[in-house]
């Protein structure tokens, strides 16, 4: 259970997440209205609101085949929120038929995989169609959840397709239960269904389009449009927003799809732009308005700044699908940077299985020159194979080399399998083959394209054909998505793991407590175990494990989904760090509408509690420094320690907490993101969020993210700890009002002894107070290039301990119990995913400094971001 843990508390939450950004959204507020929707609650007899908007209604009268079917409820209940306390199960066929309209539709199917009453998990063995259609062929529910990366979050499977209905047709959706004699009591089952209406042409290709050069294109050897005719029915194999983190179907543009992050599949170093545009309205007159929402084209992934290096490689895709299929790929741009006024100035290649199907890829001359307006380009290609193999489709995209600016770059990628020839979507299980078998598809260059002439043959006719088309029949999308969450990247096609990180993660990371659990750590959340009361929520000390651990409980009833989304952006960040100097999670709740963090139990506090407004003693020079030694160590570790930078952007004295040991540790990820990977590492374009006080000018002046803003705030904490005062004091003096400019001053003034907390005096050697302001300064450069690193600061503070000690030749002490040790970390810090869950619309820090959330006054955990729930009921 605790590998999973992380992946499915992250979906939990996010759904949760999801939930509560509802009651905001009335259907009547989405850019589309869908004019019908069925979402329907298989199994049970009575109606269920889920808070993520959808009410799902009891199945029987939708059932038109039943005789031998049955209602049950599971044995284990699902953790997600939905339609997975009851399933409608049978030993032999059985149909739901639904009175549908004429026009395209989006199909969900819904599964958690589980034993149910009288009905074993392992058995559910199945095929479903719907119309003439095949969705599932000999289904083995069991084995494709297990063999999600998370074995948690694969006990919900779900599936999305399209599908087009003639005029007078009832969608039937039939679950044969595939028996055999090895496996004579297989049976099929099914927990939702839904149903929502979609826009006539937003996958369907207009037959009545005067300019065909929107079509989907081909690729191979011709460039023929291939329209996707009404009687195709697709299932969404991937939708995903391209660098940035997860959209919940709550927050589609009313089709309740899901748009999920891309990490995965990135295979070559790139660089993330966030947020980019805020103030630039995007113009819908390229695409309808409802095709993506906003969100979409305003992070865009692409390959860096420096152009000769852009030119030695791709940006590279690689996405797990099934052979002998064709696909529907599509891409979404958007030109937002300003520093791409002109067409023409940026170009670049596109290559689709390794065939070049854009030579001038040109954002801006593709929206009209004009800024803002987002553009979608399709293709279809054919994947050859014997449908048994999963293979990689590839996208590659590289600067054209006449192009000025050597960079190409994406918002959103599509992807969608189409029916074969006889109707069938279904491909094998996950272990029907054996993964030796797989062949790699760049080496099988010669067979792609022999394949794809033939298939360029066969539909030739068709696409002739098709113009004419009157509006016909059938649509269908899957949605290779297990859950409505993060899980993007665990998807898996037939038996290929695509080895995300939370498989990776030590399996003594994370652990779920129940709230029972919870509550009798705190003897139900008794005042006298609080230990921190945070404008945002309650921290108590609680014992688990019979009393023998010490742990702190950070309790979030969500009132915000902001605080969620920090809530899940700490589990998954600090489940995948590991460092001496980094607070380590513990576990977390999530049940009965509690989210709760549990982390160990830091004796000391913050250390922003023995700086100032306190009564605890003052702590000594020399422990002073240590700990900053420490803190350096911390975010060293997180700024080049793991695959991914990470940027802590809320570095505050709160944020570090101390143990019995005094050793310091970085905590509350909330706000925390992955930085810039790759090569040049330089900058994520982001909303400014952090506290007032520490944030680092370039970063709220220009947006401008870097791990030089980490260092920023680093350097107000080094301000503190000399000053033993708060970066701002309102009440002082103009020029003492601000710390950063008052120790500038003084320091610049040779007066830096004026500013050293009055608690400290006689204890600071002056060489070493004269160093340490120097770091303190450099860390507060207005250029963020000027910064000193973490790792050179720590080396500076180093020798700042040595130079106190009059030990200034000698080997640092390490001084106590307390270890220094870069390597403490352990394996854990495999990959990182790009994903950011705490882009939060609402704990922004105004540009004038206003902090829009958080107190300072916290006790023992600080900054909690989370606050109870008043009305839970209350959407
Ligand atoms: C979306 O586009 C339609 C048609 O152009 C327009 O009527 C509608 O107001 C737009 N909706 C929003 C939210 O912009
Ligand atoms: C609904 O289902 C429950 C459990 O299956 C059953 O006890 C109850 O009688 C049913 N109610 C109706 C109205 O069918
Ligand atoms: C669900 O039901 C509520 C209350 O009747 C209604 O306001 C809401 O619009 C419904 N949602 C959908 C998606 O139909
Ligand atoms: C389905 O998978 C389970 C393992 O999850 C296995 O025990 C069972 O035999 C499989 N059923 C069939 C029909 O292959
Ligand atoms: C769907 O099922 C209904 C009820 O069983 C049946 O009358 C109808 O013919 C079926 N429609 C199709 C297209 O199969
Ligand atoms: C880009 O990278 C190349 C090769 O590493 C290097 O020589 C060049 O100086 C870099 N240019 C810039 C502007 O950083
Ligand atoms: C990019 O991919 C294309 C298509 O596979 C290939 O021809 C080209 O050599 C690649 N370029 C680089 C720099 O890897
Ligand atoms: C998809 O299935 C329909 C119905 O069987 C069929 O008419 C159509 O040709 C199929 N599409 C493709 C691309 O084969
Ligand atoms: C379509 O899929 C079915 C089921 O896998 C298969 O039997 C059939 O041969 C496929 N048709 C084509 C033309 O590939
Ligand atoms: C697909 O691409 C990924 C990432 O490059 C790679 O690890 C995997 O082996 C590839 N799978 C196949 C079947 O080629």
Known sequence: ??????????????????????????????????????????????????????????????????????????????????????????????????????????????????????????????????????????????????????????????????????????????????????????????????????????????????????????????TNPFPIENNFALETNYRLRVGDQQIPASQDTGMLRSWDVDNKYVTTQSVLSLDIGIGIKLTFTKIPN?????????????????????????????????????????????????????????????????????????????????????????????????????????????????????????????????????????????????????????????????????????VAGTVSGVVMLSLSVAFFLTKRKKNMAVDEGSNKKGGTSRGGGSSSLPTNLCRKFSIAEIRAATNNFDELFVVGLGGFGNVYKGYIDDGSTRVAIKRLKADSRQGAQEFMNEIEMLSQLRHLHLVSLVGYCYESNEMILVYDFMDRGSLREHLYDTDKPSLSWKQRLQICIGVGRGLHYLHTGTKDVIIHRDVKSANILLDEKWVPKVSDFGLSRIGPTGISRTHVNTQVKGSIGYLDPEYYKRDRLTVKSDVYSFGVVLLEVLSGRQPLLHWEEKQRMSLVKWAKHCYEKGILSEIVDPELKGQIVPQCLRKFGEVALSCL??????????????????????????????????????????????????????????????????????????????????????SEIKDPNGR
């Open 781 to 866: 450069l207005e250029d963020g290039t000027q910064r000193p690193s973490m790792k050179d600061i720590v080396g500076m503070l180093e020798l700042v301990l040595q130079l106190q000690e009059g030990d200034v030749n000698g080997v640092m002490e390490s001084g106590g119990d307390y270890e220094y040790g870069d390597d403490v970390f352990s394996s854990s810090h495999n990959s990182v995913h790009v994903s950011d869950y705490s882009k939060s619309t609402g704990l922004s820090t105004t540009r004038d400094g206003d902090r829009s959330y958080g107190s300072n006054d916290f006790v023992l955990i600080p900054d909690d971001v989370f």
């Open 1 to 222: 259970m605790d590998t999973t843990c992380i992946r499915f508390a992250l979906g939990a939450i996010l759904l949760h997440l999801l939930l509560l950004s509802l009651p905001n959204l009335s259907i009547a507020e989405f850019i589309y209205s869908p004019h019908e929707i069925f979402s329907i609650n298989c199994g049970s007899n009575s109606s269920l609101s889920t808070r993520d908007g959808r009410n799902w209604t009891a199945d029987i009268k939708f059932l038109s085949e039943n005789k031998d079917s049955v209602a049950a409820p599971a044995l284990t209940p699902s953790t997600q929120e939905g339609p997975y306390t009851d399933a409608r199960f049978s030993h032999s066929q059985f149909t739901y038929s639904f009175p549908v309209s004429t026009g395209p539709k989006f199909l969900r199917l819904f599964f958690y995989s589980t034993s149910y009453q009288n009905f074993h998990r392992s058995k559910a063995y199945f095929s479903v169609k719907a119309g003439p259609y095949t969705l599932f062929q000999d289904f083995n529910a069991s084995l494709n959840a297990d063999a999600d990366d998370d074995p948690a979050q694969t006990d919900i499977l779900f599936r999305e397709y399209c599908i087009n209905l003639k005029d007078g047709d009832r969608l039937n959706i039939t679950f044969i239960p595939s028996k055999t004699s090895q496996h004579p009591d297989s049976y099929a089952f099914i927990n939702g269904i839904e149903i929502v209406s979609m826009p006539p042409f937003l996958y369907y290709t207009n037959p009545d389009d005067v300019d065909i050069s929107g079509w989907p294109q081909l690729v191979g050897l011709n």
């Open 290 to 458: 409802y095709t993506a929402p906003d969100t979409v084209y305003r992070s865009v992934r692409n390959m860096g700044s420096n152009g000769t290096i852009n030119m030695g490689f791709n940006l590279t895709w690689q996405l797990p699908v099934d052979s002998g299929f064709t696909y529907l790929l599509r891409l979404h741009f958007c030109q937002l940077d300003p520093d791409m006024k002109n067409p023409g100035y940026q170009s670049f290649f596109i290559f689709v299985q390794d065939q070049l199907v854009e030579k001038w890829a040109d954002i801006l001359g593709w929206s009209d020159k004009q800024e803002g307006v987002p553009v979608v380009k399709q293709y279809v290609v054919f994947i050859p194979g014997n449908q048994q193999e999963t293979l990689n489709l590839s996208l590659k995209m590289h600067p054209n080399p006449t192009s000025l600016a050597k960079d190409a770059q994406i918002n959103a990628i599509e992807l969608f399998k189409i029916n074969n020839t006889t109707g069938n979507l279904a491909g094998p299980n996950p272990d029907s083959h054996p993964k030796t078998s797989e062949v790699l598809l760049p080496s099988s260059n010669k067979k792609s394209k022999g394949s794809t002439r033939t298939l360029t043959a066969a």
